[in-house]
């Protein structure tokens, strides 16, 4: 595993560790965070957290990335607008049955060309092939499933499709927060954190008691500090 180095800054691993994981994890502007810290006697700027962001979150979000487990077979597909350098683009989306961020593409289009390519990152990064995926009845990805001739079903229903579409509103509040992603390029490293963060902290509370909640959620921290140590 890489080593992550904490060498060379002006505080602790331990503050540069909870200012990434305070502004990854929740959704808080770079301002509250600057706050949060100064509330608890740490001074620093803004611009500073944003440098520890862009530095060490992609280093933690590969160690997370290693960790997952093997995803659910039946994989969601659906795409939405988001706002970059104040541009419209697409920003396609996949989650598996567990509710699990597989994989997403900002793209300046919503096309057959722009589905195929979200599956090929998919199949790739992921290794093996659905049983199952669902969509919404959009014609782009009925014929970008056939040319890559996949054999698992494919189901087209916009009701069976709620799961990820409700998870867009996560997405939404992060793009309010953040005044809109500068770029596609910086949208797509920002996103590929917060979702290997947020994979790593689902406990899919709705499913579980709440004495089930506390116990994965102790054990998903105690992982944490175990993987941002060094």
Sequence with gaps: MTHISYRDLHFPSSIVQQAVWLYVRFNLSLRDVEELLADRGVEMSYETIRQWVDRFGPQIARRLRRVRGTPHPQWHLDEMYVSIGGRWMYLWRAFDQEGEVLDFLVQSRRDARAALKLMRR?????????????????????????????????????????????????????????????????????????????????????????????????????????????
């Design 122 to 230: 998919l199949l790739k990064h992921q290794g093996i092939a659905p049983k199952t995926i669902v969509t919404d009845k959009w014609k782009a990805y009925a014929a970008a499933f056939c040319k890559l001739g996949l054999v698992g079903h494919h189901h087209q229903a916009k009701s069976k499709n709620n799961r990820i579409e409700g998870s867009h509103v996560r997405i939404r509040k992060r793009e309010q927060t953040m005044q809109g992603f500068r770029s596609p390029g910086s949208a797509q490293r920002f996103l590929s954190i917060h979702a290997a963060f947020y994979n790593h902290f689902n406990t899919q509370r709705h499913l579980i008691s709440a004495s089930e909640h506390r116990a994965l959620r102790n054990q998903a921290l105690t992982s944490w500090r175990e993987m941002i140590a060094s």
